[in-house]
């Protein structure tokens, strides 16, 4: 497997309606082949506002862009070809087998569960290894634990072989070393990446931008060091926090303070 060089996102004045209120108010942001990792309190919006990325919610206005595409122009199949998501509690089937559950990313492709053909044996296979399911492939997915489905999802969403890889949440569940070692893998990957994380210091340390959210508007993008300022910390989330150099990583860290 190859992970395409990532493609580039654009989204542009996006907004939200649910049960005829407005979630998201004309968001703008971009990503060209890097992670960019989307951030705010809870309730700001962070998953609705992946859900029309990824074609489960269709924005009241705006558009959504991959590779200069309209993903609402698209087929579902189509745009499952260029976007995978990895989305919190994700349905699975609990009676595949882990390795039939990776199998399924192939289906964008045209290719079915057990049509045995070469190519999709050797995307898959790369697919487990990298997301460290290898050693379970013949499991049955109800015997996994939470974390270990979500590093399944994770396989599945690589074997489609992406142009855009949307990640909500792709930590919950995890340890902390398979969190470091989920996300380290995400910035190995040649593929434009949007990620939605709670962890304020694993976006700091794993993310090339930041962009944060609250009350369903942008209110802040850029490079980590420029976004996580003192202010902001305590306006948006409420704590009193500043950074630091972490000396083992030399990333960026955020430091709290209890009042």
């Known amino acids: 497997m190859s992970v395409r060089a990532g493609g580039a996102l654009r989204v542009e004045g996006v907004s939200v309606d649910l049960a005829g209120r407005r979630i998201i108010e004309e968001v703008a942001l971009s990503a060209h082949g890097n992670v960019v990792g989307l951030v705010g309190p809870n309730g700001s919006g962070k998953s609705t506002l992946l859900r029309t990325i990824y074609r489960m919610l269709r924005p009241a206005e705006g558009t959504v862009l991959v590779e200069d595409r309209d993903v609402w122009s698209m087929s579902a199949k189509e745009a499952a070809r260029i976007t995978a998501a990895v989305v919190q509690d994700s349905p699975v089937d609990l009676e595949l087998t882990v390795v039939d559950c990776v199998t399924t990313g192939r289906l964008p492709h045209g290719s079915l569960l057990g049509s045995g053909r070469a190519e999709d044996g050797r995307v898959v296979e790369l697919a487990m290894r990298r997301a460290g399911v290898e050693d379970f492939a013949d499991r049955d997915m109800s015997t996994l634990s939470g974390g270990e489905r979500q590093r399944v999802q994770l396989a599945r969403a ?93 990333r960026l860290q955020l430091v709290y303070a209890d009042s």
């Open 158 to 250: 690589l074997a489609q072989e992406p142009r855009l890889l949307v990640l909500d949440e792709p930590t919950n569940h995890l340890d902390i070393r398979h969190q470091l070692q989920l996300l380290a893998l995400v910035r190995s990957l040649d593929v434009t990446t949007l990620v939605t994380l709670h962890d304020l210091n694993l976006a700091a340390s794993y993310c090339d931008e930041i962009v944060v959210l609250e009350h369903g508007r942008v209110v802040a993008s850029g490079l980590p060091g420029e976004v996580f300022t003192p202010q902001l910390l305590q306006r948006v989330f409420g704590v009193r926090a500043d950074t630091l150099v972490n000396p083992l990583t030399g």
